[in-house]
């Protein structure tokens, strides 16, 4: 395994960092993780070297904190830095702080969090935030000890992300949607520049875009750009050492769901490292930038925020089905795969308009709309 710095911090951080939102799970109810297959997982990233471990209230709807305490006990947690993070959406009132992080602590099974994070920051949480006395908190509980590192994750525009960063002076780290499709997106490569130049730490979370970028069968025209490659990388190692390759970025989070996906993981970041890529090969990562943004009209990622949607509309699903036949420009195999794979009573046209999802959706995007656009192509004579 690959060492890192953390921003300010004396720590040295793996290269790749173990997101716990994509265990695999039974009969696709994320609230039910394969728990043997997973703790496996989870235990042979950290027996190879894995060192940072991050989970969230919300993950595998509730269940993944309370399984991730379950499976760093016995002596794993003292080898990880365990990151998880405030429920922004849940916080109302002051006393809301101590009530989900105390929930937290007993969920974790631990006394303390190295990496505590406040959750999909964006402008309303932000403001409600200040308005609570947040950094006073925050610094309670680094002095109680409970609390060693301080952060925040972030879904919102750039002028965002610097009101953020520069409305505190103690941030240890943040963490930053980031892959070689979206560098203009959120925070992006600006945001990855001011962040590490003031000293802070930067994880990047949804590296292959929530699995969309680990597709086995690529765009031809994304793939004909990986075939120039002249290393013996997959495209999903190509992905993933973009991002190593810069000296900004901390620890890459990886949300694997098989015992592959993490041993291959593993030996990526175990080959991994700054300045690795030459000129050209940034030159080829921006021409499949460019390629694939040209064939992917949705930017869904899949995390599942946007769930349980009150109609039961399946909105990651869809907009899925929909990217993959965009991408590829098969018509009739995403209308074949919405019918068979998607419910009447979950199919787009449940919609009813409420735009609860859409207050929640860290990508922003346009659900009610988009839900619009795919059920018409995904069901209108060819
Ligand atoms: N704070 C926030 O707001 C926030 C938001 C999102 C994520 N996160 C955190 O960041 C972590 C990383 O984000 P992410 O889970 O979206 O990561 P990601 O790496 O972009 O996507 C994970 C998916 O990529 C695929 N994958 C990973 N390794 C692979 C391999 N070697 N071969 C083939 N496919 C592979 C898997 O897809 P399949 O399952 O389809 O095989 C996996 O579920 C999360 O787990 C979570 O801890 C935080």
Known sequence: MEYRNFGK??????ALGFGTMRFPVIDGDSSKIDEPTAAKMLRYAIDNGVNYVDT????????????????LADGYRERVKLATKMPSWLVKEPGDLDKHFNTQLERLQTDYIDCYLLHALNKR????????????????????????????SFHDSYEVFEEIINGYDHWDFC?????????????????????????LAVVIMEPLRGGGLASPVLPPSVAEVFARSEHPWTHIEWALQWLWDQPEVSVVLSGMSTPEQVEQNVQFASRSGVGKLSDD??????????????????????????????????IPSIFAIYNDAMMFNLQAYGQRNYGFSVPKDGRADQCIECGACEALCPQQIEIIESLKVAHKYLTETI
Not at 284 to 307: F, G, N, V, W
């Open 9 to 14: 911090l004396d720590w040295k951080v793996s």
């Open 281 to 314: 090969d940034r030159q080829l990562i921006s021409d499949a930038h460019q390629a694939m943004r040209a064939c992917s009209p949705i930017p869904c990622t899949k995390c599942e925020y946007c769930l349980p949607c009150p109609q039961g509309v399946r």
């Open 56 to 71: 969230a209230w919300g993950y595998h709807r509730e269940q993944s904190e309370p399984f991730v305490g379950r499976v």
């Open 175 to 199: 963490q930053i949607q980031y892959n070689y499709v979206d560098i203009e997106e959120q925070a992006g490569v600006k945001g990855l520049k001011l962040a590490a130049d003031k000293g």
């Open 125 to 152: 949480y932000w403001d409600n935030y200040l308005s609570l006395n947040i950094f006073d908190w925050l610094e309670r509980k680094k002095d109680e000890g409970k609390i060693r590192a301080v952060g925040f």
